[in-house]
């Protein structure tokens, strides 16, 4: 993560000019004014000097720094979410349970979401950005590896959605949650909820595809990645996944009958084809196309097609490797 770089310093008027009836009051406004220009100098120095300490990786002075930096003032949104980050970056795995490398953490999570309160709401892009990646660093820190607590976590992805109800990625921290605790149902409904959210977006599928490949239910699994190839008409990679995915059934689950098999491979077939038509160089295509007909030859009755099937996929093996030495050589030139 790079450090955010530039300051946010202010232009500020000179003192008002006041009558010489006021001059009492005048000095206490010079005081206040005055005051607070230098919290405000103060805090614009020790961010400047924490985000230099920041880039350099040395995050115990950094830290330091965006703690001057906030107290001068503590409006000074952005610092909240560096402060939290360099205080989650010097805490280590390895030293887990020990209390001082523990209490880096905590102080991490206080400055995630203060930054997170305070940005969230800002009219600034730019300042919404680091309020969203604050509340996104806020969620890693309850993982399992870490603090541990998905109960915390949950309300801030919540509130994450609530910010941005078009964004997927919401919806995936949400459900990755409920899966973790085993609230499957949830998880699902979270990630279908994504789907609604965002329809053309090819990683709402894979995320489905996924959860259902860690449920054990290849025909929702299949469904989702048949979708994702809808979604995207002249992406191979889209048919060139849906192919895997019922070579590996095929081949791997040994509960399938021989019918099943056999659609499964022909299916297979049919979209590693349509990946092949959209890119004819297509090497990875090639060899899985390989393996299915491998797969195929191996339900084959009839001797002669067997061998049909083999030779072919002989060829197509031998074809994916020319390519893969056809664009080493042109890499290396």
């Known amino acids: 993560m790079n450090g955010h770089k530039g300051g946010f310093m202010r232009t500020w008027s000179g003192a008002p000019r006041i009558a010489a009836l006021a001059l009492g009051a005048l000095a206490t406004v010079i005081v206040t004014v005055g005051c607070g220009k230098l919290s405000e100098l103060q805090a614009q120095k020790a961010f400047k000097d924490a985000n ?9 002075k950094a830290a330091g720094l ?39 953490l905590t102080k991490a999570v206080a400055a995630y979401q203060k ?3 305070k940005l969230a709401a800002s009219d600034k892009p730019e300042d919404r950005k680091i309020g969203k990646l604050a509340l996104q660093y806020l969620v890693q820190a309850y993982n399992a590896d870490r603090l541990n607590d998905p109960a915390k976590a949950e309300p801030v992805v919540q509130r994450m959605i609530q910010l941005d109800p078009s964004d997927p990625d919401n919806y995936f921290a949400l ?31 894979m995320q489905l595809a996924g959860y259902y490949d860690r449920q054990g239910n290849f025909e929702k699994k299949i469904q989702a990645a048949e979708e994702r190839a809808q979604h995207e008409p002249n992406n191979p990679e889209a ?34 084809d349509h990946a092949l038509m959209i890119k004819a160089d297509y090497a990875e295509a090639l060899v899985y196309k390989n393996l299915l007909l491998r797969l195929e030859a191996n339900l084959e009755k009839d001797p002669a097609k067997q061998q049909q099937l083999l030779k072919q996929a002989d060829q197509l093996r031998d ?15």
């Open 319 to 333: 074809k994916a490797q020319e390519i893969r030495k056809a664009k080493a050589a042109g890499a290396s030139n």
């Open 52 to 60: 230099a300490a920041y880039q350099q990786q040395d995050y115990k």
């Open 239 to 272: 048919y060139y996944t849906v192919a895997t995915f019922y070579w590996d059934e095929a081949y791997r689950d040994p509960r399938l009958k021989e019918s099943d098999k056999r659609a499964y491979v022909d299916k297979g077939i049919q979209a590693i």
């Open 66 to 104: 965006y703690e001057e930096a906030v107290e001068a003032n503590p409006d000074l949104a952005p610092a909240y979410f560096f402060l939290g980050n360099s205080y989650d970056n010097q805490w280590k795995p390895s030293k887990k349970g020990d209390p001082a490398n523990d209490a880096l």
């Open 175 to 205: 459900a990755k949650i409920y899966e973790d605790v085993g609230v499957y149902d949830e998880a699902e409904k979270v990630l279908l909820m994504a789907k609604t959210a965002k329809p053309s977006d090819p990683s709402v599928y």
């Open 115 to 117: 930054g997170a309160e």
